[in-house]
Structures are given as C-alpha cells and as structure tokens.
C-alpha cells in the first residue's frame, strides 16, 4: 500500500513540476502511473490532498537545529551551509537537470493551493530569525563579533541569504554554483561582523 502510495506522489510529483497545478489532472497522474482514478483515489480523497503530499514529500523546508544559546555565530554559519546543501540535494539531486523556474512555479502554487502553507512556512521563518538572534546576542556577549550591529537586521541577512539561493539558481542552474555563492557571502559576512 506504501509504496503504491509512494509512486503517485512521485508521479505527480513529476508532473506538478513540468506543468502547474491548474493543469495537472487526476487523470494524467492516474494515466502516468497506470491505474485507475479509483485507485488514485483509495490513495488520496483529491488532487488538494495529493498536492499536498507532493510538496511534503519533495520540499523539505526546515532550518538548521542547533543549540542556539550554545553554538558560536561560526559553527552556526557553517551549519547553516551544511544544510542548506543538504536541502538542496534532496529537492535537485547531485547531477540531474533542472529548470530552477519550474520548482519556483510548484512553490508559488503551493502558495495558492496548499491552504495553511504560508502561515506554517512564515512560522518557520519567524522562527528561523528568532534563533539566529540569539545566536548573534550570544556571539557579542561572548566577544566574538562586535557589538555595534543591529541584530535584527543581521539575523535577516542570515536569513535572506539563504532565501536569495533561488536566485543564485535561476541564473547559473547549478546547485554547486548556488552554493558557493551563498558559501562566500556568509563567510564575508561573518568576517564583517568579527571583532
């Protein structure tokens, strides 16, 4: 049962991603996988709770999950990069093409057609933010950056600059290209902000 599970959801995956969410029917997914809109539906009750599942499955977003009142404002800057890699494997993979547009598209729809995914992600930013300063009061209570900066802009750097990934994606479609540019601006960053 999971695994036929599994396959309509990559399935769709598939074709979520190629086209839109207006555009994908139950019966393209059902005639891309080989069976009936019967089955589909034992699966999944409609294409809502399929989409859903679709962008459960294949866009893990989370942040990083450190010991915010413990970590130095280094380890966390490398923290960040090791898994904002890891994400990005997991959506693109190592050597497969891709058309960063098109995964750009699957999240705006997710915006749109997956009720209470803005708010869960914005949660997830608000939260992001919140511990990157902590991180930041604890790294100049312990003198390891100045003191002179406004932490609540510096902890939305942190956070935008793995925002602006998509960016880096669109215009070299390169994970590796992406992630050295984010690598280079948070390290620049960092060593803006030592003493």
């Known amino acids: ?34 069976l009936t ?9 409609n294409k809502e709770e399929l989409f859903r599942a679709v962008i459960d499955s294949h866009f893990p977003v989370s942040t990083v999950v450190v010991d915010v009142e413990n970590i130095s404002l280094k380890d966390y800057t490398e923290a960040c990069i090791r898994h904002t890699h890891g994400i990005l494997m997991a959506i693109f993979g190592d050597d497969e093409p891709f058309i960063p547009v098109n995964y750009l598209s699957l999240i705006a729809d997710s915006f749109r057609h997956y009720e209470g995914f803005a708010v869960s992600k914005s949660k997830v930013m608000e939260d992001a933010v919140a511990d990157v300063k902590i991180i930041l009061e604890n790294a100049i209570r312990r003198g390891e950056i100045r003191g002179d900066i406004d932490v609540t802009i510096v902890a939305l750097q942190y956070f935008s600059m793995s925002i602006g990934l998509a960016g880096d994606l669109i215009r070299n479609n390169s994970v590796k290209s992406a992630m050295e540019s984010m690598t280079s601006q948070l390290n620049q960053l960092y060593y803006l902000l030592k003493k």
Do not use: P, Q
Request: a negative charge.
């Open 1 to 34: 049962m999971k695994e036929t599970r599994d396959i309509i959801i990559d399935e769709a995956y598939k074709l979520f991603l190629n086209h839109n969410y207006e555009a994908v029917s139950i019966s393209m997914i059902s005639e891309a996988i080989g």
């Open 37 to 45: 809109k019967g089955a589909m539906y034992h699966h999944f009750r």
